[in-house]
């Protein structure tokens, strides 16, 4: 049974920060690109940031490069998102996926989110 658990966010004011983090199983993690994702309130969701299985190449949407940090552990099956100098406008529920696509085949998971708001 796959399972993504976010844990983490919660109220934290301006220019504060943030470690979620977001705990595998149920598949082979090293395998997987892990994203944290964000849906706004009352916007679409999108990608914040992408970590490569293996090498653990990494990428950042703009608006979050030089605050937001992306890691792996792969002996803990766990991917985090370090978020520093946060601003009201990353106030989002924040989801975990694993992303694998070979030969065609895609399997693709989700959690469950977790809120993160950013308020004085």
């Known amino acids: 049974q796959v399972q993504l658990v976010e844990s983490g966010g919660g109220l934290v004011q301006p220019g504060g920060s943030l470690k979620l983090s977001c705990a595998a199983s149920?598949?082979?993690?090293?395998?997987?690109?892990m994203s944290w994702y964000r849906q706004p309130p009352g916007k679409e969701r999108e990608l914040v940031a992408r970590?490569?299985?293996?090498?653990?190449?990494?990428n950042y949407a703009d608006s979050v490069k030089g605050r937001f940090t992306i890691s792996r552990d792969n002996a803990k099956n766990t991917v985090y998102l370090q978020m520093n100098s946060l601003k009201p406008e990353d106030t989002a529920v924040y989801y975990c996926?694993?992303?694998?696509?070979?030969?065609?085949?895609?399997?693709?998971?989700w959690g469950q989110g977790t809120q993160v708001t950013v308020s004085s």
């Open positions: 970590i490569s299985s293996y090498i653990g190449r990494t």
């Open positions: 149920g598949f082979t993690f090293s395998n997987y690109a």
């Open positions: 996926n694993a992303y694998r696509s070979v030969a065609g085949s895609v399997r693709d998971y």
